[in-house]
């Protein structure tokens, strides 16, 4: 499956953005999709997960309660709504499906 994330941007700290995950190619709705990040320095680390329909998702506790993950396969889409942003939120973010990843697209919270 091809990945297309996008929505990032450069917005001040308590801010909101939402990120979105496109797909095609393969059955993208039967598979659970993963939200990773890297901010400059650091190693990869994840941030959140959404199963096939929707009805679980998991998040990093970094990211718990400011970010919600959500997806509408009739459009092929995951997002992440990311509210309350901080500074250390910064950072490249990708989606990720089996073994398929997006290109990344860029968060800059500034304080």
């Known amino acids: 499956v091809q990945l297309q994330a996008s929505g990032g941007g450069s917005v001040q700290a308590g801010d909101s953005l939402r990120l979105s995950c496109a797909a095609s190619?393969?059955?993208?709705?039967?598979?659970?999709v993963h939200w990773f990040r890297q901010a400059p320095g650091k190693e990869r680390e994840f941030v959140s997960s959404?199963?096939?329909?929707?009805?679980?998702?998991y998040y990093a506790v970094s990211v718990k309660g400011r970010f919600t993950t959500s997806r509408d396969n009739a459009k092929n889409t995951v997002y992440l709504q990311m509210n309350s942003l901080k500074p250390e939120d910064t950072a490249v973010y990708y989606c990720?499906?089996?073994?398929?990843w997006g290109q990344g697209t860029q968060v800059t919270v500034s304080s």
């Open positions: 990720a499906s089996g073994r398929d």
């Open positions: 190619g393969r059955a993208f709705s039967t598979y659970a």
């Open positions: 959404i199963n096939w329909n929707g009805d679980s998702t």
